[in-house]
């Protein structure tokens, strides 16, 4: 039997690893979730781990040889810039909607906010949207005002975001409303 050796991933490092385990208890095995900027598989298999064998689970990322590695640890992939508007069309291919949605791409800001416009409709309603790592760029608080801006209240922010956690170890958690299939 081979083994094959797995990669660190650096959501353990940061310490997202509660937050994680927690987005696990809430969608248990079967959820469907897209990491967006695989590299170099780490992530997607700590998903797998947490999530377990029957969560529908795709890498996506516009770099081939990264997702040739996805494609060797058995996920699906797609070969396409994060900030392709043709991206939510391809996602769909793999599932109608998704629990989780986790960008780990480029951490730029504008790719960053323009990935979240064109994904956020495939969220599912009580799905959650995670952007990794905003507190560690120079840019950091950049990000956390606008994720403030999604905050809904009576005179501003996104009809359909239900929370905003934003977690100083570098994660951005945007909670859909409504209640999960």
Same mark, same amino acid.
């Given at each position: 039997?081979?083994?094959?050796?797995?990669? +660190?991933?650096?959501?353990?490092?940061?310490?997202?690893?509660?937050?994680?385990?927690?987005?696990?208890?809430? @969608? &248990?095995?079967?959820?469907?979730?897209?990491? =967006?900027?695989?590299g170099? *598989?780490? *992530?997607?298999?700590? %998903?797998?781990?947490?999530?377990?064998?029957?969560?529908?689970?795709?890498?996506?990322?516009?770099h081939?040889?990264?997702?040739?590695?996805?494609?060797? %640890?058995? %996920?699906?992939?797609?070969?396409?810039?994060?900030?392709?508007?043709?991206?939510?069309?391809?996602?769909?291919?793999?599932?109608?909607?998704?629990?989780?949605?986790?960008?780990?791409?480029?951490?730029?800001?504008?790719?960053?906010?323009?990935? @979240?416009d064109?994904l956020?409709?495939?969220?599912?309603?009580?799905?959650?949207?995670v952007?990794?790592?905003?507190?560690h760029?120079? @840019? &950091? +608080?950049? %990000?956390?005002?606008?994720?403030?801006?999604?905050?809904?209240?009576?005179?501003?922010?996104?009809?359909?975001?239900?929370?905003?956690? =934003? =977690?100083?170890? &570098?994660?951005i958690?945007?909670?859909?409303? *409504?209640?999960?299939?």
């Amino acid at each position: 039997m081979t083994t094959i050796e797995l990669p +660190p991933t650096d959501k353990i490092s940061h310490g997202y690893a509660p937050t994680y385990e927690a987005l696990a208890h809430r @969608y &248990g095995p079967h959820t469907t979730l897209a990491e =967006i900027g695989v590299g170099n *598989g780490a *992530g997607l298999l700590y %998903f797998r781990r947490l999530f377990g064998p029957g969560a529908r689970i795709v890498g996506v990322d516009h770099h081939m040889g990264w997702i040739e590695e996805a494609r060797r %640890f058995g %996920f699906s992939a797609i070969l396409m810039d994060q900030e392709d508007p043709g991206l939510p069309d391809q996602l769909r291919l793999y599932a109608p909607e998704l629990q989780l949605i986790v960008d780990d791409a480029s951490h730029a800001y504008e790719a960053t906010i323009a990935t @979240y416009d064109h994904l956020w409709p495939l969220v599912a309603p009580g799905g959650t949207y995670v952007v990794e790592d905003w507190s560690h760029l120079s @840019y &950091g +608080p950049r %990000f956390a005002e606008w994720a403030e801006g999604l905050i809904p209240t009576p005179r501003h922010g996104v009809a359909d975001v239900h929370e905003v956690r =934003i =977690i100083p170890e &570098g994660l951005i958690v945007i909670t859909k409303t *409504g209640a999960l299939a």
